[in-house]
């Protein structure tokens, strides 16, 4: 995910130790061992975060109501969805700063930025309207910023707490390995930019107007096309969110946790409950109805009461845009081993699954739709970018770690790939100087698998699939073809946890929140009405 959506996965099995140019890489493809990547594995790497933004597939967010014994089983099976997507878009990986310098408030910065912004609103312009262009010529763009002030005690996403950054080469190598993914996926718009991290709102102004100037070049980039930057409360004072309003960015995704500044500083963040609010205001000043915020729950010691208090306070000073994200914790951070070592009480999960159905019952009341598992919105203030993920939309993603998926240009058939970038930047930039990306691994997507990733992730949204939408990805085998005969199906129907109609196939407000226990059940409903129709097509078979 992700929110996912992208950041850099842990693992790293299966990353070629040298890239090649792109022509001489397809022996790089690694083809995974098993017809399905939703069978048992180990968890492998997502997304630009140290446990990734690349890797491979989102780790789910909401309250696990199922048994221990069953939940392993379970995210072993979807690990390759589920850690990498979850990833995609999150904004409470955002550190907090203390040991990087912000780069200086320098005018001239400001102004290649603001005129960056104009030379692609000139060029939009110029060019006249524009036809929608086929699927396989939309993407959505993340792009990966992987610095960040301080490691919060919780994350372990791809992020990197320098002592300095050549940003001007970093903003070279972001620029350069744009336009040559835009290239080789044959892109002809993109509909949404993330600014992702790491910290981004580290980066200068300067920087991002520049990646999007190239993106304008390179393809369309609408002037309304969504650009959301992530933003740390300490590091986002008002005039640098106005700069960065004036090099394109016109949403903004705020990382506040919390609203206690206890749990705040358990968590490693170094702003306070008032700074997170202080740039609430500020934010949402500058971009009205477009400003969104991270809670999370879910956290040791912590109770239903007191977190339902900070959600109403929260709605006192919010936009139209919430997440909410239980806490997971992970190996290797400062949280996981204070736990481990029983320095700090585990997070209890039935606390976690109240907090959850509860928060979302007062969104509900506050005017919010949930329109995904974790993300709440009212007014329409959907996240495009991230729907574009749910959608299984294309997305191509820049920067160390970055994942990808995309239609690669010229390649026979119509095979997918998921793409990872090398993880540590300045081995990424070495790569990018050499061969124009730093792409470490790609992997094609058989059928079967993008299919299961279009239930699993559809299901995450409150429209689930639609039959169209399932038929632009298979149009032979129907969701009444795969779903409507089945008796597990049907009980999860009868138990008021499902529906398929005429609409096609969703989960119901109680389904929606139970959403992993229901993919027990789907996904091997998928794999074995796959099979079948494959033996149908051979002969004999």
């Not at 996403?157 to 002592?163: D, S, T, V």
């Not at 138990?495 to 609409?503: C, S």
């Amino acid at each position: 995910m992700g929110h996912g959506t992208h950041r850099v996965l842990k693992g790293t099995d299966g990353v070629c130790p040298t890239p090649a140019p792109e022509e001489d890489r397809q022996e790089v493809a690694v083809r995974t061992p098993v017809s399905s990547r939703w069978r048992r594995r180990p968890e492998a790497p997502g997304s630009p975060g140290t446990s990734s933004s690349k890797g491979r597939c989102p780790r789910v967010t909401q309250p696990f109501l199922l048994p221990l014994s069953a939940l392993v089983a379970h995210l072993a099976r979807l690990a390759e969805l589920f850690v990498s997507w979850a990833r995609l878009g999150l904004g409470f990986l955002l550190a907090a700063p203390s040991a990087m310098t912000l780069p200086r408030f320098r005018p001239r910065g400001w102004v290649a930025a603001t005129k960056a912004a104009q030379r692609r609103h000139q060029a939009e312009a110029a060019g006249g309207p524009r036809g929608p262009a086929p699927r396989s010529q939309r993407a959505a763009l993340y792009v990966h910023w992987p610095y960040c002030e301080k490691r919060c005690s919780y994350c372990n996403f791809n992020k990197y707490i320098p002592r300095g950054v050549d940003e001007a080469a970093v903003r070279s190598c972001l620029v350069t390995e744009a336009q040559t993914l835009l290239r080789l996926s044959g892109v002809r718009r993109v509909e949404s930019v993330f600014f992702g991290g790491g910290t981004p709102s580290l980066a200068s102004p300067h920087t991002v107007a520049a990646v999007l100037e190239a993106v304008a070049q390179a393809t369309h980039l609408p002037t309304d096309a969504e650009v959301t930057l992530e933003a740390n409360p300490t590091s986002s004072p008002g005039t640098r969110l106005a700069a960065f309003g004036t090099a394109g960015v016109n949403r903004l995704s705020i990382g506040l946790q919390s609203l206690d500044d206890a749990e705040l500083r358990l968590l490693g963040r170094t702003h306070s409950a008032s700074d997170a609010l202080r740039t609430l205001a500020e934010a949402r000043h500058l971009f009205p109805g477009r400003v969104s915020v991270d809670l999370m729950l879910g956290l040791p010691a912590q109770q239903v009461g007191p977190w339902l208090g900070q959600l109403q306070e929260l709605l006192r000073h919010c936009d139209d845009h919430i997440s909410l994200y239980q806490l997971s914790l992970e190996r290797g951070t400062a949280l996981f081993a204070q736990v481990h070592q029983g320095a700090l009480p585990a997070p209890d999960p039935e606390l976690a699954a109240e907090m959850y159905q509860k928060g979302r019952a007062v969104l509900q009341e506050a005017g919010f739709r949930q329109y995904e598992v974790s993300n709440f919105a009212r007014k329409g203030a959907l996240s495009t970018h991230n729907w574009n993920y749910w959608q299984c939309g294309q997305y191509l993603g820049v920067g160390p770690g970055a994942h990808g998926r995309f239609l690669p240009q010229g390649t026979r058939g119509h095979t997918r790939e998921a793409r990872i970038q090398t993880l540590e930047p300045d081995n990424w930039m070495k790569e990018v100087k050499l061969f124009g990306h730093g792409t470490r691994k790609r992997v094609p997507l058989g059928e079967l698998e993008l299919l299961e990733e279009v239930l699993a992730m559809g299901l995450r949204t409150d429209l689930g699939i639609t039959h169209q939408h399932w038929e632009e990805f298979e149009p032979q085998l129907t969701l009444w073809d795969v779903f409507g005969t089945s008796k597990e199906v049907k009980e999860l129907l009868e138990q008021g946890l499902l529906l398929l109609d005429h609409r096609g196939l969703r989960c119901s407000w109680e389904g929606l929140a139970v959403l992993d226990s229901l993919l027990l059940t789907l996904l091997p409903q998928l794999q074995e009405a796959w099979q079948q129709r494959t033996r149908a097509l051979v002969p004999g078979g």
